[in-house]
């Protein structure tokens, strides 16, 4: 796929309001090779980190909108949303609305989770852009969980 394309499909359109972007301006496969290069550092893979990342946003589903620990001072929030979100890849077809708010208790750093960011983590390495809402920062997603081993 080529650059445009991909930035074409990852920017603000009538599903997404501000797109997978961010403030990021940064080509996407520009993100996606950062991001890939923090999970080698760390010694881990997109696969991985979407497994915790799917297990966190889970056990925040079952508690029902109470906050959860999901790790050693790591807290999660489930908050509902109804209907469903379509990927920015049609072939993909649409994800459930709602999101998992991680919090680390002891600095009050947060970030989002949503079925949507999982697959895209999962499946093509975008963790998305800067200053994106739902950015995952794979270095504090991976320390927050546990799984990073560097």
């Known amino acids: 796929m080529s650059e445009q394309t991909l930035a074409n499909i990852l920017g603000p359109s009538r599903f997404s309001k501000d797109g997978f972007l961010g403030t990021d301006s940064r080509a996407p ?22 497994e915790a990342l799917r297990g966190a946003y889970v056990a925040a589903e079952r508690a029902l909108g109470n906050p959860v620990e999901i790790a050693e001072g790591v807290t999660a929030v489930h908050h509902d949303s109804r209907g469903r979100t379509p990927s920015p890849f049609a072939e993909e077809g649409t994800f459930q609305k709602g999101e998992a708010v991680i919090t680390v208790k002891s600095s009050g750093t947060s970030f989002i989770v949503t079925p949507l960011s999982i697959n895209l983590i999962e499946k093509h390495g975008f963790f998305q852009g800067a200053g994106s809402p739902y950015r995952i920062e794979p270095d504090l997603a991976a320390r927050v969980l546990g799984i990073a081993s560097k």
């Open 29 to 50: 496969e520009e993100i996606i090779a950062e991001d890939k290069e923090t999970l080698v550092r760390l010694a881990i893979d997109k696969k991985q980190i979407a």
